[in-house]
């Protein structure tokens, strides 16, 4: 099972979104764990490295929701380890 951790700029974003956006975000992060599980990334997920962050990663929750993203060591072995960075707009680019 992949587990995750939030950082401390991630919950305070988080916390800033309606619970409309929230529970669009929760959603999305239920289908990447099961993609997780499966090894496999659908593609409307449209995951994919951000430019000029090495090891962070952008995921699209909503059509102007982005979240970013990097794995830790695992907790579990076998397991991925997300560390969530910043959830927001596209804005969140600027420093993911």
């Given amino acids: ?3 995750y951790e ?3 700029r991630f ?4 916390q800033r979104l309606t619970p ?3 529970r ?3 959603d999305t992060v239920h289908k990447l764990v099961s993609d997780l599980r499966a090894a496999d990334l659908r593609a409307g997920l449209r995951m994919k490295h951000v430019s000029g962050h090495p090891g962070v990663y952008e995921l699209t929750w909503a059509p102007d929701g982005r979240a970013t993203f990097s794995l830790g060591d695992e907790v579990h072995p076998g397991h ?3 560390i969530w960075r910043c959830v927001g707009t596209h804005d969140i680019l ?3």
């Fill in 6 to 8: 939030w950082q401390p």
């Fill in 11 to 14: 919950r305070r974003e988080f």
């Fill in 80 to 82: 991925p380890h997300v």
């Fill in 1 to 3: 099972m992949p587990t």
């Fill in 20 to 22: 409309r956006q929230q």
């Fill in 94 to 96: 600027d420093e993911p």
């Fill in 24 to 26: 669009a975000f929760l």
